[in-house]
């Protein structure tokens, strides 16, 4: 699924990112079947609110709701649709070291976020905003998992920063408070 991430070029502004000695988040946005799609902003806002230490690349893949259940079958012996998955590269380490020499992901990426279209559109008018502002909420919850945090396990440490990038991007309410009420 990731293949279009590591083959593409950066954009300008990560170009920019990479001359000032600061490597960029770069985000692609793919089909399941890896064909890049244009998601009206999404891979800008998910670079503009991420947070510093998210550098390299990762690709979010908008896929059919009946493969993300196959997939959360596969990975999470949960057989039904769920909103998003994370799949890292690397286990994250304690000081979210670089990968070892012998791995065979390319340097700075950093996995793939997989989200359900019609599970979003749902959520989304269950939520009563836009779609698009519902895989923003997934990609960043997504995004957060890949750089390893875990909100059933740091005792609110990912809400808080979930919360602080959401308000930053112009989100109000965010996966974590909703699957607490």
Known sequence: MAAAARN????????GELRRGRQALRVAIVDERGRRLHERGLAAWLRRVAPPRARGAVTVVLVSDSRMRALNRTYRGKDYATDVLSFAQLAPSPDFGVPSPQSPVPAGFLGDIVIARGVAKRQARAAGHAELD??????????????????????????RIER???LKGGLREGLIERASE
């Open 134 to 159: 519902e895989l923003r909420l997934l990609a960043l919850h997504g995004l957060l998992h890949l750089l390893g945090y875990d909100h059933e396990r740091d005792n609110g440490r990912m809400r």
């Open 164 to 166: 602080r990038l959401r």
């Open 8 to 15: 593409a070029p950066p954009s300008l502004a990560a170009r």
